[in-house]
């Protein structure tokens, strides 16, 4: 267990301390905040490499190898899923709460107009639907190859020799979870303004992540590469907050329509019970001191 502790270990104290130092500094008021938390998605990455590097586990399997022969299904689903079941996790959220639902995107207008910028809501929201669905992957995939290195690439395939598959995806998942924590305080995706925040927000966080993580699991696992994890993980970042332009009036994050939700996210819920499911089927390696 010593690579997988070595690991965790740098990746939070690494993410962490740069995070409460970004706190320090006025948190998410920091203008330069986004591109920190940018930063912050290369940690894993770079926490692979120390960890391969101190324990002298060189660099091989490293999880890089596309292996499209084959698997060119598996990309299919990696690249158009996550927007699928963030538009299907909306599409119920609006069934259920239909007045909630703004055909003329009047949130996104009056954003533009307060900003001085005299566009159509609506064309505006096409050209970036399109592109959080065919682009988001690929535009996104460098960040978040870096997180998928360290959790799809590295963390899970070392749970998998010591766990059952679906054991060693949802510890994948809580840690993932965990890691979000000091950015969840600073009110990322769920804000502050809740009872218990923000232990409530790092909870709902890491249950999404258990969920999610265990569709990028079998996505990378089915190809032996993180890159369809990563591909899926930038399609998700690019496509999460496209609902909310639809929505009239405040959204709150624990229920919809963003996939952080309990509705928003139901279609991720429904995948990630599915490919819990599936990785029944699936043997642990079971190899190798880790």
């Known amino acids: 267990m010593k690579r997988i502790n070595l690991f965790i270990g740098l990746t939070f104290v690494l993410t962490w301390g740069a995070a409460w130092g970004l706190m320090a500094s006025g948190g998410l008021q920091n203008p330069y905040a986004q591109l ?11 926490s692979v490499i120390l960890t391969r590097l101190i324990t002298a586990e060189g660099f091989k399997d490293m999880r890089l190898e596309p292996h499209f022969k084959g698997n060119v299904v598996w990309y299919l689903a990696a690249w158009f899923l996550p927007s699928l079941l963030i538009l299907a996790g909306a599409a119920l959220y609006f069934l259920i709460f239909p007045n909630t639902f703004d055909p003329s995107l009047s949130t996104m207008a009056a954003v533009y107009q307060q900003q001085g ?3 159509q809501a609506k064309s505006v929201m096409i050209t970036q639907m399109l592109m959080g669905i065919f682009l988001a992957p690929a535009l996104n995939f460098i960040p978040a190859l870096g997180e998928e290195l360290g959790w799809r690439g590295y963390l899970l ?36 303004d809740y009872p218990y925040a923000p232990w409530g927000g790092i909870a709902a966080m890491v249950v999404f992540c258990i969920f999610v993580g265990a569709l990028f699991a079998y996505l990378s696992l089915k190809v032996k590469s993180a890159i369809p994890a990563a591909l899926a993980h930038g399609g998700l970042n690019g496509m999460a907050a496209a609902s909310v332009w639809f929505h009239r009036g405040p959204a709150d994050p624990f229920i919809g329509p963003f996939p952080t939700g309990i509705i928003g996210g139901a279609g991720f819920i429904a995948a990630g019970l599915i490919c819990f499911y599936l990785l029944r089927g699936r043997e642990s390696t079971g190899k190798g001191e880790n």
């Open 117 to 119: 910028i005299e566009l």
């Open 36 to 46: 920190v938390f940018m930063s912050f998605m290369l940690i894993p990455a770079l």
């Open 157 to 192: 395939p070392k749970l998998c020799e010591k766990f059952t598959v679906p054991q060693a995806a949802l510890a994948t998942g809580v840690v993932w979870g965990l890691w979000h924590a000091p950015m969840i305080a600073m009110g990322h995706n769920y804000g502050l």
